[in-house]
């Protein structure tokens, strides 16, 4: 029991989730722990206790969070505990091997003026990780004590108890402040004095007041509004956070967490030697270049513009190759198998169907050559921080935009990609947004539909149209979604920029392969055997032979018949209004499954047509089509963009979600989009004369 002389502290830990705070509190504490309730609200409360010296410590064991705002409960948790409870010195768990990251929330205590020690873990991963940090720089550079610890193996403890003592006894009076800058910091003083004013207020650090009012904080909205009957502070707030938008255009919180992320960026440069230089100096020049608040976005879209150019322009030649390939091979088949069913197979559904998905490999090599560049070389994480603004307009943040990019290649992965995001909000606004981005599998449709009916040199921009309608039809909803689905802020955070690297020749040439090897597996299989299966739906059942009909009108005929005929007769009425027909509803129906096999069935459906014509390509058929048109065309390159996620996106949402609702509804809403966009496109283009 405490004699005495014994003083009593209470210690807050505190820190980012993972940071080690659990483990280094068992460390602390050993088994003299309780587990119970923060008062009212859910949140586990750990507390322990510990005799060091002279003092009895009572230690309290925080939610874990990476900020101190009042986003989530857990941090309104955290924060209350400070603010109310008043610990006598609060230990900022930071993890070492993320020391930016961490450093973000250190950067907010020493906001809210609190004795602070930060107790440096995963030392033994930060030293893994080549990284040599000079904590005495640390302390100095933040003004507080910091003491490297690795709790997994209870290293350090005593050091970090000394350490806490001192800090109760002296706190840490040469803590230092973010600087926010000339204009931010002459309204905080102006706000500052204001607070102080108020003496209601005394007991919360009045600059911090000050801060959270230009940040337009709830919690401390409304604490003031409480104590300051007349307004007078409120409306002093407004006045200044409504000056500073006008300056910069932007919101106050936004610049204010720059400038946090700034110094704590800086921070960590000084205190951060990496023991096998991997981080150049170019780098950072660089980064002033392509992350420009100005010059950003520029570069950004012309990357993409460059890229899909390229993606077509690059792979038209061997694609062209492919082509004559496959159309020499059908003639072979068909010269060399007798007239029936199974030189129809061969011919029209098996390399009709599958060669017509084939001649697409260039293409998709070359894509995910240019995200895997995109990846690699670290611009990813650059293009995410410079869209960031624009994806807080729709409620997200530049996170959810890398998964979207990888969107671009692939909606499974992609959708995988979302569990970076912390709240479960942001993810599901995410994952329903993701199939929006045109993937790798819809390319093939736009460059056939493109190479028929419109000329070479526009190919480019027309698919380069396309995807950027599909993210700005990927934002809409999302700010829609924001809106009525699934209201709230987006959770801030600290966004990580990677160093850049070069790409490796090796590695990028073995992810090309790959992918490209994937998607002749895919032909090979899936869309082989969906090919196989249209054919004979376009085949069976036969009509008799009637004599007078010339061959092109008894194809039809044929195909009109059979039992997919029938399916796009009955889909036809929903789709006319688009300017689609029977085929093209067959065709749009088969890609349920995967949507390459749009191309296959339309390889399929147009072979059967032209039979008689050895030479066709399914280029051409399509170009002298009298039922299409280049806004025919382009209507459906819309609708295949937006309609229905493919059946393994499908079956991803569920995974990741755990829920059919949200799988459902991922169907429900894109059908129903891709018809409506369709529709606007067509019927508008018609009514300006474009067709
Ligand atoms: P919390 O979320 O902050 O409570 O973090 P935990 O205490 O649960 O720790 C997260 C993980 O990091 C666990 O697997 C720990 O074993 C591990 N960990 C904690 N401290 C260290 C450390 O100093 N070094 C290493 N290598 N691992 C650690
Ligand atoms: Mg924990």
Known sequence: MASPTTRQLVVALAGNPNSGKTTLFNALTGSRQHVGNYPGVTVEKKEGHRDFGSYHIRFVDLPGTYSLTAYSLEELVARDFILVDKPDVVVDVVDASNLERNLYLASMFLELGVPLVLAVNMMDVAEARGQVIDLALLAELLGVRAVPVIASRGQGVEELLQAVVEAAREGNPRAVQVQYGGEIESHLAQLTEAVEAEGALAHLPSRWVAIKLLENDEQVRRQVQQCDSSGRLLEAARAARSHLQSITGDDPEVIMAERRYGFVNGACREVITLAQQSRVDWSDKADSFLTNRVLGLPIFFMFMWLMFEGVFRLGAPPMAWLESFFAWLQATARDSLPPGELQSLIADGVIGGVGGVLVFVPNIMLLFLAISLLEDSGYMARAAFVVDRVMHQVGL?????????????CSVPAIMA??????????IITILIVPLMSCGARLPVYILLVGAFFPADAAGKVIFSVYVLGVLLALTMAKVFRRFLLPGPPEPFVMELPPYRMPTLRGTLIHMVERGWL?????????????????????????????????????RRAIEHSYAGRVGAAI???????????????????????????????????????????????????????????????????????YVPCVATIAVIYRETCSWRWAMFAVGYTTALAWIVAFVVYQGGRLVGLG
């Open 519 to 555: 998607y002749v597996q895919k032909a090979g299989t899936t869309i082989l055997a969906m090919s196989v299966l249209m054919w004979f739906l376009l085949t069976y059942p036969k009509v008799a032979p009637e004599p007078n009909l010339a061959e092109a009108g008894a194809a």
């Open 418 to 427: 979302t569990r970076s995001l912390e709240s479960r909000r942001d993810r």
């Open 572 to 642: 036809e009425p929903v789709l006319r209004p688009l300017g689609f027909d029977d085929r093209i509803a067959i065709a749009l129906f088969s890609g349920l499954a995967a949507k390459e096999i749009v191309v296959s069935t339309l390889g399929t459906v147009f072979s059967l047509e032209g039979a008689e014509d050895d030479t066709h390509q399914l280029r051409q058929a399509l170009a002298s089509d009298p039922q299409l048109s280049p806004l025919k065309a382009y209507a459906l390159m819309l609708f295949v963009l937006i």
């Open 397 to 409: 943040h530049g996170k959810s935009f890398i998964a979207m990019l990888l969107g671009f290649g």
